[in-house]
């Protein structure tokens, strides 16, 4: 593909488009990744499964949210709950409070400890994304706990990206609007300066069960055995409350001292709002009110690193940052509404050195330790009239809170000539929300060369996730049992959840105009945290209240595998004017409940756990053509095996505990097929883009990809929408 192919690429601004000639297939293998070892290194020596998003990837995806653009990686799996809030992992079943996913933004952590999602609330503008690299599989000797089944690294543009003012608009269906303004300049020799903006807001998911205030609902008729309709009356007042406005604003700086010498600062915050259901049950007597709540996700971050290379040799980097970022309305199926706040400040070092031997040997070692203290702010639960909900059956052990994580590491690359590289490394670590005990990662990783256009690697690693506060500090009521509550808790002792990962793969561009990555992983899981009805312990005094709870323990429960396929293929330019990328991925997961606590037999073995949360089978694919004159036209989706991803939901008494099998919902398991388009038109000598986009256009009416009681009050139904924009560079 060396023969004059047009490759599209992107420079100083996501729509200042050049075409430039004689780039190939086999400069994949040579891209420039900085992921895996927190250091500049090509694909073709990563021992990791390892997926770069462009920035054309990101604005050619028609994408607004920044979950769609993750959901282009192969191996990745989402469904949303509402338009902010979605259940997301690699090569791991999602779950709503997941750890074994790092998201990083230049490398400040994103998840969220109280609840270990991420995908809520994160308003930012896609045109600030300089690039994501995805390392699929576990990468905790680098980065440690939570980084068990992968590793997403938000790469943003630095202040010397960032020329000139740039403007951008994007509006769509459902009450969506997205403006955005960027202007950045050199201040002085090797010093640069921008800011940027933007505004988003949009009126989310709704559900048609809940419109008008008589509603038709799913009823389970026992003497036919089939769903009829039944009507009820609506407790909600409004069919629509999933809305959001929001801004998010920076600033960055950039100075190159001299060849050596560098320093990168970014400041950003976002403040946004909306409301909400918040729903609260009164079990006394059984019933459920909603009310619409006022919701607000915020933050407030400042990072900045120095890098300083003494030789060509040996460098080091050191990073401070501080992350503050408050919540107000925090609202679930139970307990009603509440406001909660963590933070994080840390300081991070790293070391990275080059040795050489005779014998055609090179060693690169790094090294590297970082301090982090958390502290978390849990606050009242509160009813409709914001009054404090006394009897609320929602708690925490420790409302307030500081916790502190410490850690070194150390990894060693020895390359025996230009076809073997050897990686051994190992990171020890301590987190004082579970214990003071030291916890560790090695890992152990081989790279075979034998030719320019082909790597083969294998891997082994043990990683760990750490419960979020969530589960190690929940108080939280189910229901009455003969006046005693039932309550999900802590058991203590509770440990982290340990990963043992297998996995190898292969990359070549050997075949003419292809390029094809494969790889294979298994993982044995020891102790995920989880909690069974099946296992409700002899009543014991609250840890909030002193009052006897029946415990319903949430604990070390689950003993299992994961393992799985992805494979992935590109195509160079076809006829000059079309490139192609399919993936295919395939899981399985298997689970085993354990005896809790081990030593009391008292309590019954939970039984195998049928996850199909994640489908077995999907397909990726997207098409990119160039065509003349300017036009740019990208068409990207997915296809999934049958899956279901839902708490079962009563529609009839508009709860999430069902009270009856005849009002119980169950959401057949159905496979999820979805389209998105994008076509784009530039003028202005390439300064102008006009464009036009669609997402799930095949679908017209609503449906549910999910529903998860403890994040969201009742369903959502997903919809189609579209849009169109238009952005320029001054």
């Known amino acids: 593909m060396s023969d ?43 021992a990791s499964s390892i997926y770069v998003i462009t920035e054309e990837d990101i604005r050619r995806s028609g994408a607004t949210r920044i979950q769609d653009v993750f959901n282009l990686v192969p191996g990745f799996w989402m469904i949303d709950l509402n338009y902010d809030v979605s259940a997301a992992s690699i090569r791991e079943v999602p779950e709503s409070y997941a750890q074994s996913v790092n998201i990083l933004m230049d490398g400040v952590p994103i998840t969220n400890p109280i609840f270990g999602m991420v995908y809520e609330g994160l308003q930012l503008p896609l045109t600030e994304i300089k ?69 988003e807001m949009h009126s989310g998911w709704e559900n048609p069960y809940f419109e008008g205030d008589k509603v038709k609902v799913p009823w389970y008729n026992n003497q036919s055995n089939s769903w009829d309709t039944r009507e009820t009356t609506n407790k909600f007042n409004s069919a629509d409350v999933d809305n959001r406005k929001g801004v998010f604003a920076g600033t960055k700086l950039f100075y190159q001292g001299n060849d050596r010498f560098s320093v990168k600062a970014d400041i950003y915050g976002r403040y946004n709002w909306g409301y909400d259901y918040a729903a609260y049950t009164n079990f006394d007597n059984g019933l459920t009110s909603f009310w619409d709540a006022k919701i607000s996700n915020n933050n407030l971050t400042a990072n900045i690193r120095f890098d300083y290379t003494f030789n060509e040799k040996h460098s080091l980097f050191f990073r401070p940052y501080y992350s503050w970022n408050p919540s107000l309305g925090c609202n679930s199926g139970l307990g009603g509404s509440y406001n909660t706040s963590y933070s994080y400040t840390e300081g991070e070092l790293q070391y990275n050195g080059k040795f050489f031997s005779e014998h055609f040997t090179k060693v690169e070692l790094i090294a590297g330790s970082n301090a982090r203290g958390v502290n978390y702010d849990i606050g009242d639960y509160r009813d409709e009239q914001g009054q404090e909900l006394i009897h609320s059956k929602f708690r925490f052990v420790d409302p307030e809170n500081w916790e502190l994580l410490y850690a070194g ?96 793969g292969v990359r070549t561009s050997f075949i003419p105009g292809l390029f094809v990555d494969l790889s294979g992983y298994y993982t044995i899981f020891k102790g995920k945290i989880g909690g069974s009805a099946d296992q409700i312990g002899s009543p014991i005094k609250s840890r909030v209240s002193g009052e006897y709870i029946r415990p319903r323990y949430y604990t070390n429960l689950f003993d299992g595998k994961l393992y799985g396929a992805e494979a992935l293929v590109k195509s160079g330019h076809i006829w000059k004017v079309a490139r192609l990328e399919v993936s295919y991925a395939w899981f399985q997961a298997e689970t085993r409940g354990l005896l809790v606590p081990p030593e009391d037999t008292s309590y019954a073995i939970v039984p195998e756990v049928d996850k199909v949360s994640w489908p077995e089978h999907v397909v990726k694919g997207r098409l990119y053509l160039d065509l003349p004159s300017d036009v740019f036209i990208t068409v990207n989706g997915q296809l999934s095996s049958k899956f279901r991803f839902s708490n079962d939901y009563d529609y009839y008494n508009q709860q999430a505990m069902p009270s009856t099998s005849h009002t119980v919902f169950k959401d057949i398991n159905a496979a999820l097929f979805k389209i998105n388009f994008k076509i784009e038109k530039l003028f202005l000598d390439k300064r102008l883009n006009v464009f036009v986009w669609g997402n799930n256009v095949f679908h017209n009416d609503p449906y549910l990809e999910g529903f998860d009681m403890s994040i969201v009050s009742h369903p959502y139904f997903v919809h189609s929408r579209y849009g169109l924009g238009a952005s320029f560079l001054f």
């Open 131 to 199: 690039r994501i690299e995805v390392i699929k599989g576990p990468g905790g000797t680098v980065y440690g706990a939570n980084s068990a089944t992968g590793i997403i690294n938000i790469i943003t543009k630095d202040a010397k990206d960032s020329k000139g003012l740039f403007a951008y608009v994007d509006a769509g269906t459902r009450g969506y609007i997205s403006p955005t303004v960027r202007g950045g300049l050199e201040l002085g020799e090797g010093l640069f300066l921008s800011a940027y903006g933007s505004y």
């Open 4 to 46: 004059g192919t047009h490759i599209l690429i992107v420079e100083d601004s996501p729509f200042q488009v050049k075409i430039l000639k004689g780039m190939d297939l086999d400069e994949l293998l040579n891209m420039e990744v900085t992921s895996i070892s927190k250091k500049a290194e090509s694909l073709q020596d990563a």
């Open 409 to 504: 590491f150390i990894q060693d690359k020895i390359s025996f000539g230009d076809y073997v590289d050897l990686i051994t490394g190992i990171k020890g670590e301590t987190w004082t929300l579970i214990s003071d005990e030291h916890e560790y990662s090695p890992s152990a990783r081989l790279v075979v060369k034998p030719h320019k256009k082909l790597t083969a690697w294998g891997a082994w690693s043990r990683s760990i996730t750490t419960p979020g506060y969530l589960q190690s500090n929940v108080e939280l009521g189910v229901m009455l049992m003969n006046d005693t509550l039932l309550s999900v808790t802590a058991l203590d002792g509770l440990k982290p959840t340990y990963y043992y990962t297998s996995e190898g």
